[in-house]
């Protein structure tokens, strides 16, 4: 298989059409049998749940070269059981996690020549979705949807070393109590735009948000979950009901206690105790852990000793043995890897 002749390094976070994609229609009750297809554009009604309620939910997830030339996934069986829990909590019927890794691994298989080769630093991302798809006028949930899975080769997230962000405190919430924070819809995403392009304006990276019921507590990012190490070197993470379960950041967690030998916290964090934490990282598949090296509230700046320039030690051992079991350098734990070919 020829590589595509693509600029890897420099690619960056943008949609490049790849040759094929997945499709599966629901329709009276059942997902039909679904394939590939080369055709990228969808074509629904004006009227179609999607466009008028924003009836979605999304996955994301990234196929890799391994150090020994095999094309992997990190974790799919897991994207698939989450899109089941965003599609329950959205009256979208779930599509069957077996039939996701199916859609994945034909779609990465596919575009194989698109998957960037090892030592880039560039990945395959693959967006797995479901909407409404047939017109829905009166407030209700479609009876007809559509699941997709298309694939994006992205370039390295970080360009020449990883170094830290400023993020602020948001003064607009993102997730209610009991609303739909915990589950990856794209409504989550449509109503953080205008804080994100505020922030982005003020000169930050990303919007920190509190919990909107007392916003005394730290909840996460417009798009990743956040973590902080202590000056004693313990790992310590907000616990709410309104945050995003993030993959990368259950695996941080794993690699934390049973590989580095590192305590979790994982419980609610005041805003107020910031201040006192050693390091802080942002977690997700786009980047793992980005360092955060200051949150600015207010008019005060809260500066992590771990300073401007570099990762903290505690992340950089996180993320470097994190990165090394997705690339194959390190033995991963049982499941954790799914080759695709
Ligand atoms: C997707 C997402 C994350 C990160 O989840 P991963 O599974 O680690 O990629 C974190 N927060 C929000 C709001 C998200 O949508």
Known sequence: MEKKQLDWANIGFNYIQT?????????????????????????????????????????????????????????????????????????????????????????????AEYVPPYGSGASLYIRPYIFGSNPVIGVKPADEFQFRVFVTPVGPYFKGGAKPITIKISDFDRAAPRGTGNVKAGLNYAMSLHAVVAAHDEGFAENLYLDCATRTKVEETGG????????????????????????????????????????????????????DFAECGLCGTAAVICPVGKIYDHGTDICFPAGMEKMG???????????????GTIGAPEGWIRKVC
Not at 49 to 71: M, P, R, W
Not at 243 to 253: A, E, V
Not at 313 to 326: A, H, M, P, R, S
Request: glycine share 6%.
């Open 19 to 111: 040759e094929q994609r997945y499709v599966s229609n629901y329709k009276d009750g059942a997902w039909d049998k679904g394939g590939l297809t080369t055709e990228a554009n969808v074509v629904i009604n004006e009227c179609a749940g999607v466009l008028q309620y924003s009836q979605s939910c999304f996955e994301g997830l990234k196929a890799h070269t391994q150090v020994n030339g095999d094309i992997v996934m990190f974790r799919p069986d897991v994207n698939a059981q989450r899109m089941v829990d965003s599609a329950k909590r959205l009256e979208i019927p779930p599509f069957p996690p077996e039939r996701f890794l199916e859609a994945v691994d034909a779609v990465v298989k596919a575009n």
């Open 224 to 275: 990743a979950n956040i973590i902080f190490i202590t000056k004693d070197g313990k790992l310590v993470t907000p616990k709410s009901e309104s945050i995003l379960p993030s993959i990368t950041k259950r695996s941080i967690f794993y690699v934390a206690e049973n590989i580095l030998g590192i305590e979790i916290e994982e419980r609610d964090v005041y805003l107020s105790e910031v201040k």
């Open 313 to 327: 030690e505690v992340t950089q051992k996180l993320y470097d043995t994190l990165t090394g079991i997705q690339m």
